[in-house]
């Protein structure tokens, strides 16, 4: 049984590979590599002394997967293969709409056609929209405030509608809350190009001075001490996630699940950078800054579903959070020096 991963080379892709081949699980990434290098395959099979196939190409390319499909044996697949930028998908809603939405159906129809129903399906906190309550469960009402959630909530009911159709589709939908850290090794971590949109990544580079400070975006909110407030979660415990998720479906009714992969603590940005500073001994130059447009005061999880049903709990902390992502920075700077 060998499972896909596509957008296998990206942030979570990767340690969910990492993870997997832990266990001694066979895998194929398969990705376009447009947000990802494929270094990270040398540096996959480093950590786990597996060797890890990738297969280069894109997920709107039907006969590309199904050539995969059969030449892997995959009877599963977890689908990480997306654009996520939110500024980017209100300026270029087409890309959006045919990567991730277009993308998605091309890969279901290759699963169908291969016979592989399992699918496990990145899908975001972002589909809650504004919330209406905290913390946000499963039964919270979904809606979108820009096109990439609305990306997210289109798959999500696209996904609904085929499982509804043939019951023999076993499908997860996890809504990640903020992924942050890295794996122990330092060597996989989250790299994007250009300035960060996200705090984390923000914060590790201010600490290493690539960028002079970090703008903290609204310090007025209805919170603690004013900044935003969010559910980071350990990128290794979203990874235990996606494994136990993967076995449930394989078990039990229904056809489709859905479940959110969060801690249930939120902690504001100011939070984020004293944890920051301490756990890892480094200065984080920041100012208040206007708030960002569409950011809502606060968002955490409800992961009591997620506990009752798959057993899983996040179980790494703030400080891991914090030391993973600063030694995935200085691993990257060494190895840039280099
Ligand atoms: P990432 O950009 O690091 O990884 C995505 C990978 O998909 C990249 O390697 C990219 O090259 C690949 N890809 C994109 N389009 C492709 C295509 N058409 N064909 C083949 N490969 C393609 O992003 P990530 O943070 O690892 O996110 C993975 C998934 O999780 C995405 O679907 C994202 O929307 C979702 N998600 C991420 C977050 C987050 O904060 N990181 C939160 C919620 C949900
Ligand atoms: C976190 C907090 C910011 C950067 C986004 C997407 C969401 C999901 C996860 C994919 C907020 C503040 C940030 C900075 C700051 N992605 N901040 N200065 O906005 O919760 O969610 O990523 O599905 O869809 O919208 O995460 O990391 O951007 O922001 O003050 O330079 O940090 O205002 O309060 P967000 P984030």
């Known amino acids: 049984m060998t499972i896909m991963l596509t957008g296998g080379t990206g942030y979570i892709g990767s340690h969910v590979a990492a993870t997997l081949l832990s266990t001694g699980q066979p895998i194929v990434c398969f990705d376009n590599l447009a947000n990802s290098d494929a270094s990270v395959i040398d540096r996959l099979e480093a950590i786990t002394g597996a060797s890890v196939p990738l297969v280069v190409g894109d997920i709107r390319d039907g ?35 045919n990567n991730n939405v277009g993308g998605t159906l ?27 309550y905290l913390p946000l469960d499963e039964d919270h009402p979904t809606s979108a405030t820009n096109p ?3 990306t997210k909530l289109m798959i999500e009911e ?29 060597l996989i971590g989250e790299n994007p190009n ?24 609204g310090a007025d909110y209805d919170t603690p001490d004013g900044t935003g407030v969010r559910d980071y979660i350990h990128v290794l415990d979203l990874a235990d996630g996606h494994v136990v998720a993967l076995d449930a479906i394989g078990q039990a009714e229904p056809a489709l699940s859905t479940w959110n992969l969060g801690t249930g603590q939120g902690y504001s ?3 984020m950078v004293k944890a920051f500073e301490r756990v890892n001994g480094v200065s984080i130059p920041y100012r208040i800054a206007p708030r960002r447009d569409g950011d809502v005061a606060s968002c955490y999880a409800s992961p009591e579903r997620a506990a009752r049903e798959l057993g899983w709990t996040a179980s790494r902390d703030l400080d891991a959070m914090c030391a993973s992502s600063w030694r995935f920075e200085q691993t990257l700077a060494m190895r840039n020096s280099a």
Not at 64 to 76: G, I, K
Not at 81 to 95: C, N, Y
Not at 123 to 131: D, E, I, L, M
Request: glycine share 8%; aromatic share 10%; net charge neutral.
């Open 63 to 97: 006969q590309a997967l199904r050539q995969a499909m059969t030449d892997h044996a995959v009877t599963a697949v977890i689908h990480f293969a997306g654009l996520k930028a939110v500024g980017e998908s209100v300026a270029e809603p087409m890309k959006y709409y």
């Open 158 to 186: 696209m996904l609904a509608d085929i499982a509804a159709a043939d019951p023999a589709w076993r499908i997860a939908i996890l809504r990640y809350f903020n992924p942050v850290g890295a794996h122990d090794s330092g």
């Open 194 to 217: 250009g300035i960060p949109n996200n705090l984390m990544p923000f914060i590790t580079r201010v600490a290493a001075g690539r960028l002079a400070e970090l703008s903290v975006f």
């Open 148 to 150: 990439y959630g609305r």
């Open 106 to 132: 091309s890969l279901v129809e290759a699963m169908a056609d291969c016979g592989a129903k399992t699918l496990v399906f990145s899908s975001s906190a972002t589909v809650y929209g504004q919330p209406q």
């Open 269 to 271: 940005v100011l939070d």
